[in-house]
C-alpha cells in the first residue's frame, strides 16, 4: 500500500501551484509523482481542501464496538480464568456477536484434491482412523496464566493430582478397535 502524504506537505503543492509553479517542476521539486499532484491540486479545487473529507479511512471495518470491547475487558477482569470459547460465549450472550476465526489451512480446494487422491488410490478395507481421547480428574487448570506484558498472572488455585484415563480407538471396517493406555 502507498504511504499517506503528510498535510502540511499537500499544502505546500497547493501554495507553490499558486505561485506559479507547473505541475511537473512541483513533482520535481518535492520529489513526488505528478499523478500525485493531480490528485491533490484535484480535492483542492473540489473541496477547498486538501484531504478528502469524504473518504473512508483504510482498513478493515472494527469487529467490535467500543461498549463491547469494554465489556469483553470486565469479563477478561472479573473471569481471568475462563478459556477462550467461554468468553466468547459469554460475549454472545450479552452483546448477540459470535466471534470466530477460520483457520489458515482450511482450504476447500486441498481438501477436495485429499479426499479425491484417498478414493482413488486406496480400498475402504485399508483405512483406519484413529483420535486419542482422554479422561482426566485432575484439576481443571492451565500450567500458565495469561496477563499483560510484565505483569504475573493473578489467579491462583489448588491443584488435585488425579488420575488420567488414555484410550487410543481405532475405526476400520471391521469395527472399533480400542486399545487403554
Request: charged share 25%.
Amino acid at each position: 500500500m502507498a504511504r499517506a502524504f503528510s498535510e502540511d506537505l499537500k499544502w505546500r503543492i497547493i501554495y507553490l501551484h499558486h505561485d506559479g509553479y507547473s505541475r511537473i517542476k512541483i513533482a520535481r521539486l518535492l520529489h513526488i509523482s505528478k499523478r500525485t499532484v493531480d490528485n491533490i491540486l484535484q480535492i483542492y479545487v473540489q473541496w477547498g481542501t486538501v484531504i478528502n473529507l469524504w473518504q473512508k479511512p483504510p482498513g478493515r471495518h472494527k469487529t467490535l464496538t467500543q461498549n463491547e470491547m469494554k465489556i469483553l475487558r470486565e469479563l477478561i477482569k472479573d473471569k481471568v480464568d475462563w478459556y477462550l470459547d467461554e468468553l466468547v460465549g459469554e460475549l454472545e450472550q450479552q452483546t448477540g456477536k459470535l466471534l470466530h476465526q477460520v483457520a489458515y489451512e482450511r482450504n476447500e480446494l486441498l481438501r477436495s484434491t485429499f479426499i479425491a487422491k484417498v478414493g482413488r488410490d486406496y480400498k475402504p478395507e485399508q483405512l483406519i482412523f484413529m483420535d486419542e481421547a482422554s479422561k482426566d480428574e485432575r484439576t481443571l487448570s492451565r500450567g500458565y496464566g495469561y496477563s499483560l506484558k510484565n505483569t504475573f498472572a493473578i489467579k491462583k488455585n489448588v491443584f488435585v493430582c488425579g488420575v488420567r484415563y488414555t484410550i487410543l480407538p481405532a475405526f476400520s471396517l471391521q469395527g472399533i478397535i480400542a486399545e487403554l493406555l
